[in-house]
């Protein structure tokens, strides 16, 4: 293992950086489903998709809990200030996206399903939103401090925003020419 660490400039991360790792994984396992069936329709049926699509909302939770644990550690090492304006400008991203998997954690359940009947949908619209932030969060909080992780992560959500842009393309054409 010495021969590897030394052969590659990388390092182990940091058990907030792997639960922030894991989070991001569970996340972008909650975007694959609906992505996969627009962008690869040869997919859509397969048993992976349609279980992602089954247990979206439990793994939605899940990546909640783990970004909440990722915050924790990361806070505990960073020793933030939290009365200090620039604690917030060094975390926009990454204190943005957590606000918005609160809002679609406390909103996973079929009460809110009924209450908040079409504005439901528009709420969680926002998880394209956290996508977009959690790229900025990967690239800009990773940069200059790679681990193993770093690659897998960056290439991971990098990816499925590229193929959440494909997908909305190919919504924008079809919608266009139904019109």
């Not at 390092?11 to 690869?40: E, H, K, S």
């Amino acid at each position: 293992m010495n021969a590897l660490s030394e052969a590659l400039p990388l390092d182990f991360a940091p058990l907030g950086n792997n639960l922030g790792f894991l989070a991001l994984a569970a996340y972008i396992a909650t975007l694959v489903p609906t992505t996969v069936r627009i962008v690869l329709p040869q997919f859509k049926s397969h048993n992976a998709v349609r279980w992602l699509l089954k247990q979206r909302r439990a793994i939605g939770i899940l990546a909640f809990v783990l970004a909440v644990g990722h915050t924790y550690f990361v806070v505990r090492k960073r020793n933030f200030d939290f009365f200090d304006l620039h604690t917030y400008q060094a975390s926009a991203e990454g204190a943005s996206t957590l606000i918005i998997f609160t809002l679609l954690s406390i909103t996973s359940n079929d009460w809110s399903i009924k209450r908040l009947k079409k504005n439901w949908k528009r709420l969680h619209t926002l998880t394209y939103m956290a996508m977009f932030l959690l790229t900025w969060h990967v690239i800009n909080k990773m940069a200059g401090q790679w681990t193993m992780i770093t690659p897998i992560a960056a290439t991971s959500i990098l990816t499925i925003t590229v193929l959440f842009c494909i997908r909305q393309l190919t919504e924008f054409r079809k919608h266009r020419s139904n019109s």
